[in-house]
Every structure is written in structure tokens, then in C-alpha cells.
């Protein structure tokens, strides 16, 4: 849609240049910024502009820039040792997804969306991905994933700060891993969204619920739990006013099916 509040584009060179004010908002792929009136906002500040590498292998994992589009994460093959790398396209065909969606949204806007159903959040919240934010005025800071959504659309994101990139750890992409996703309709959006993943002996289980909850909730065990030990740790850690109720499911729903979902992977996994 034509957004009829926007009065400037400003297309930086480096983050530098940015002179941040109220009425500004950083522009990813604008798939969620031109579905809807933006009456606060009079400036966009385009990112992609930036001109960062979509992904980057290093020694230490690989780092998505916030701006790195959808397609280009589906088109990713990573190392052999990385097993995790075919989470990347189960949990992007959980998007909601159109060809814009596909084509333009990036990961970082997903993220920064902050809502149950980001496919993204779910991805790099389950392979341990830390943030790095870049404050208005100050040095940047790193904050995993799982601690950046604080809840339904809302994050640690201060004003003017931007999400530069997530670094996925190499000992996260090598781990097994097992996922699943439950819609009421078919290509609906995601009413539970699970994923765990496991070391080679059976150690660091660590399982992520999302789109149950308003932000993704993690539940480490030192080794794979027994049927029994996960569903108490659910149940301890998630009481049944935590679950997010919303037009793709009602909380009892949402909560039955995560500990359905849950208890399938730890059997696959175990
Ligand atoms: C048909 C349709 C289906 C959708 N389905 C889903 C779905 O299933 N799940 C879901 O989660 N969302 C869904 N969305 C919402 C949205 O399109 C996606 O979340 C998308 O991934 C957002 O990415 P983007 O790059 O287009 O973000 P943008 O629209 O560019 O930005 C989104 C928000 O994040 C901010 N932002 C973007 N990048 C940064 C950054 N690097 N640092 C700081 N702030 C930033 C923007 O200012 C804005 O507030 C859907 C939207 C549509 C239109």
C-alpha cells in the first residue's frame, strides 16, 4: 500500500550518518512496514542500502545480516559437519509466506517484528543465535535471541537501535535436531512451532517452544530428558495463562499440542 505519511527515504552509506529522530523507521524488505498505515512514522531509512554480506562462514558459526533476505537463507548450503543447516528451509516454509514475503522480507525484520509466528525467531532462537544491536549512541551489544523478543511484538530494540546481524554458533549448526509445526489451516500461521536439538551422545538437549508463546521459551537439559522429566519441565516452566491465545489457536490448544509435539521429537531424538 502507498504509505501517505512517508515524506522522505533516506538512503545512508553507513550507520554513522544516520541522525536518528522520532517519525523515523528502519526499512528491511517493508513487507510489514507497506501492509499497514504507519501514521507515526514520516521517514524510512532504508537498510539494505547498507550493502552488508547476507551470510558470512567463519571459525565461529555464521553470521545473517539483519538484512539478509529470505531466499537468500533458503539458498544457503552450509559446511557438511553443519547438520542443522536443513532447519533453515523447514522453518521458512513455515512463513505465512507470499512471493513478496519471499523475495523481500529479511531475517532481521522478521525478528524485529517480534511476533509468535516468526519463523525466524523460532530458527535462531533454537541454534542459539546471539544478536548484535547497534545502539544510537554507544557500543554495540550482544543478546541471544531467545532474551530479544520480550513478547508479543515487542523487544530489547531502544530507539534508533538497529539489529546489525545474528551469529548462529558452529556447535549450535552441528547438533541433530528434529522440528514440527501445527497450523489450524492449512499454510496458516503457526499455532506451535517446536524444535530441539541434541549433541552427538545424547547431551545439551535443548528444546524451543514458539508461536505457543508470545516469545520463544527454552528448556536445556544436561541430556535428553525421559518422556516424564520433559513434560514436568514444560508444565513447571509454562504455566497455563503463559500460552498465547490468538485467532490461529486458543491457549488450551496451544498448550496440548506443544506437549504432543514436544514428547514426538524427544522420542525422534532419542
Ligand atoms: C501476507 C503476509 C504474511 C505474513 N506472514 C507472517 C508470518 O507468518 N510470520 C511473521 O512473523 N510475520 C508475517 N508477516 C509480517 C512480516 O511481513 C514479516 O514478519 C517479515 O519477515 C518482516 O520482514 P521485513 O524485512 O519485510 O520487515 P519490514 O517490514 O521492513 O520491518 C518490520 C519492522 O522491523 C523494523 N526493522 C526491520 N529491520 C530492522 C533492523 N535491522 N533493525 C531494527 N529494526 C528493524 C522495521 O522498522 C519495522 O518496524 C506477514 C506479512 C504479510 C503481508
Known amino acids: 500500500m502507498n504509505l501517505n505519511t512517508i515524506v522522505e527515504v533516506k538512503r545512508p552509506k553507513s550507520f554513522d550518518e544516520i541522525e536518528w ?13 507497506f501492509s499497514e498505515p504507519q501514521v507515526a512514522t514520516d521517514t524510512l531509512v532504508d537498510l539494505p542500502g547498507l550493502g552488508w554480506p547476507a551470510l558470512t562462514v567463519t571459525p565461529a558459526g555464521l553470521e545473517i545480516a539483519a538484512t539478509c533476505k529470505i531466499v537468500e537463507l533458503h539458498d544457503f548450503k552450509g559446511p557438511p559437519q553443519w547438520r542443522a543447516v536443513p532447519l533453515f528451509d523447514q522453518c521458512i516454509d513455515c ?16 525478528v524485529c517484528m517480534s511476533l509468535p509466528a516468526g519463523a525466524m525467531i523460532s530458527l535462531t532462537a533454537a541454534l542459539e543465535g546471539v544478536c548484535t ?10 543478546v ?5 523478543v520480550t513478547g508479543m511484538h515487542t523487544n530489547v530494540l531502544q530507539k534508533g537501535e538497529v539489529l546489525r546481524s545474528i551469529l548462529l554458533p558452529a556447535s549450535a549448526l552441528s547438533k541433530r535436531f528434529a522440528m514440527r509445526q501445527v497450523s489450524l489451516t492449512h499454510h496458516g500461521r503457526s499455532a506451535a512451532l517446536i524444535v530441539a536439538t541434541v549433541g552427538d551422545k545424547g547431551e545439551d538437549f535443548l528444546l524451543t517452544i514458539s ?3 508470545p516469545r ?7 541430556k535428553a530428558p525421559s518422556a516424564t522429566e520433559l513434560r514436568q519441565a514444560i508444565d513447571e516452566r509454562l504455566p497455563p495463562d503463559a500460552w498465547f491465545q490468538d485467532v490461529h489457536g486458543s491457549a488450551p490448544y496451544k498448550r496440548h499440542i506443544t506437549f504432543y509435539l514436544a514428547e514426538q521429537i524427544r522420542a525422534e531424538l532419542t
Open 144 to 148: 541471544p535471541v531467545v532474551d530479544f
Open 211 to 213: 508461536a505457543a508463546t
Open 133 to 142: 544491536l547497534w545502539p544510537r549512541n554507544g557500543k554495540p551489544r550482544q
Open 95 to 110: 512463513f505465512l509466506m507470499s512471493f513478496k514475503i519471499w523475495n523481500a522480507a529479511t531475517v532481521g525484520g522478521n
Open 21 to 33: 529522530r522520532d517519525g523515523h523507521a528502519f526499512l528491511g524488505g517493508g513487507t510489514w512496514l
Open 216 to 222: 520463544p521459551v527454552q528448556l536445556r537439559f544436561k
